[in-house]
């Protein structure tokens, strides 16, 4: 921990200091949830009325599952596409022929830069364009296709890291058994910069997971769409809002938990060569290549 | 390529990347000062800030800023009536618009900001911290002339990496109305499906543009400015 070579255990006196200021702190963050709930209070957003309707079987059934439904089947395919791209790029990026490493880096850094939402417009109208889909599928195939490329292209660096990071002799080794480079990779590299992958993998989950929602911009059917639609319904706009905001935070919390178990199980383990890897939980951001421990 | 000069005349592509600019700016502002607060809270040694800092962190980075975007505007400004622009001005509503966003997009990359800038704390040696003690330092001024300035220079990747998120994350203020570059990009294909992949490529290059200098700054800078150990 950070935290504790900062300070020294308290002394009598700092011990009272703490514990004033401890108090403010609580005492300030009561005042503002008074002020929160009495501003809601004030608009009637409290009554019973507006959330009663969490409690019957008709939001659940016909909001909130189909939303949640929406939610995880665009998330699960963008998961499942994101790691082929990635795998194909990422390998295509560490390639020794110069004409499929220079196009693979290009797209990745490209698929970096640019912002998911522009490539979900951007796909949507190709799709509805060139009628590539049934009608009501271009939402969800243009929020499957920017949640991909973009994540695949984290994936693909990933890949790479994950690479960099494994013993320069695993190659040599492999090298000296007559692997080709292609098997190499194949048989040797990939398979343990994947396990390093696992827990970033799974910590993208909740990037993934979390962007979903940029398709109720382009109306596509998930949770946060239906929020809108039971507050309409409703008219209990703020509540459906904090329903559907907790269901999220949920499912990522404890994805992310499962990230940090499947790390550390991994560190105690040591099953790949290179450690595990972790990616910058930033969405849609360029990814912190970090190999190696931080010296925390 | 009438496209591109209808870019430039009948759009006004540049007055939305403009738009975009100055909400990153503003945004990128906010987000550092309120990242840092919490950041300091996460590592004070009063276990009620600490829970707070946590639970910020913990619950704004798990919600996703599309829903963050849009309860800015329907949840704080329809419903509770939270008005940040003067109501009689005639161009309340796009004010209104742009400070919700800015708002919204200032409190969902703090808690980026303040991992950054804990990941920060963390590159400070253990001695440095102890001879701040050993001379006397309470907690906060250890904090502010020995381990906070050190922080920063070693957060500066980190925070580079979310400031570009946040460039890219500002097309989503569009859902609530403020006329940057993803907006015009969607009414450009609207009225021209025939030239969709020239419009994209404008918007796309513009992005490029806008990100990939950062990074390469923040790259530099962070070599050029860590504390050499």
């Not at chain 1, 695949?152 to 007559?178: F, N």
């Not at chain 2, 509770?80 to 400070?99: E, P, Q, Y």
């Not at chain 2, 500066?156 to 609530?176: F, R, Y």
């Amino acid at each position: 921990m950070s935290g504790t070579v900062l300070f020294d255990a308290p002394g009598p006196r700092a011990k009272r200091l703490y514990f004033g200021v401890g108090v403010v702190a609580v005492v300030a963050i009561l005042l503002v949830l008074w002020f929160v709930l009495d501003r809601l209070n004030e608009k009637g957003q409290l009554t019973a009325a507006k959330w009663k309707p969490f409690l019957t079987g008709e939001i659940w059934t016909q909001y909130i599952l189909p939303g949640l439904a929406g939610t995880l089947i665009a998330a699960a395919i963008s998961v499942v596409l994101a790691m082929v791209v990635g795998v194909l790029l990422g390998v295509g990026r560490l390639s020794s022929q110069a004409w499929v490493r220079w196009p693979c880096g290009v797209l990745v850094e490209f698929f970096r830069a640019v912002p998911v939402l522009l490539m979900m417009l951007f796909t949507y109208a190709l799709y509805a364009k060139y009628e590539l889909f049934p009608p009501e599928r271009y939402a969800l195939a243009a929020v499957v296709t920017g949640l991909t490329l973009y994540n695949g292209s984290v994936v693909a660096e990933l890949v790479r890291s994950g690479v960099h990071s494994l013993p320069k002799g695993q190659s040599e080794a492999a090298m000296a058994i007559g692997l080709t480079s292609g098997k190499s990779m194949r048989l040797v590299l990939l398979p343990q910069a994947i396990t390093a992958m696992l827990p970033a993998i799974v910590g993208q989950l909740v990037v993934i997971l979390k962007d979903t929602a940029l398709g109720y911009i382009i109306t596509y059917e998930e949770l946060l769409r239906k929020a809108e639609q039971i507050g309409n319904y409703k008219s209990n706009l703020v509540p459906a809002f904090i329903v559907i905001g907790a269901i999220f935070i949920i499912i990522n919390y404890l994805l992310t938990v499962v990230a940090q178990r499947v790390e550390s199980l991994m560190r105690r383990r040591g099953r790949s060569a290179g450690g595990p890897l972790t990616a910058d939980p930033v969405d849609q951001s360029t990814v912190a290549v970090v190999g190696q421990d931080t010296n925390n | 390529m009438d496209v591109i000069s209808e870019f430039f005349s009948e759009y006004d592509g540049l007055q939305a990347f403009r738009t975009t600019i100055y909400l990153t700016l503003l945004s990128a502002l906010l987000a550092l000062v309120i990242g840092t607060v919490v950041a300091v809270m996460r590592v004070s040694p009063i276990r009620v800030l600490q829970l707070i800092g946590t639970a910020y962190v913990n619950i704004i980075r798990n919600t996703p800023l599309t829903l963050v975007i849009v309860f800015c505007n329907l949840g704080l400004f329809v419903q509770l009536g939270l008005a940040l622009a003067n109501k009689d001005s005639h161009t309340f509503i796009n004010d209104n618009n742009f400070r919700l966003a800015v708002l919204g997009l200032s409190v969902y990359h703090a808690s980026f900001v303040a991992e950054a800038i804990r990941s920060g704390v963390n590159t400070v040696p253990l001695g440095q911290a102890e001879a701040a003690r050993a001379i006397g330092l309470p907690f906060l001024k250890t904090l502010r002339y020995v381990v906070l300035p050190q922080a920063f220079r070693g957060a500066i990747a980190p925070l580079g990496n979310v400031l570009i998120a946040l460039t890219k994350n500002s097309t989503v203020a569009s859902v609530i109305g403020v006329t940057e570059a993803s907006a015009v990009m969607k009414v450009m294909m609207e009225n021209r499906p025939d030239v969709i992949f020239v419009v994209f490529g404008i918007f796309a290059l513009g992005f490029v543009i806008l990100t990939l200098p950062v990074g390469v700054l923040f790259t530099s800078l962070s070599k050029r400015l860590a504390v050499k150990r």
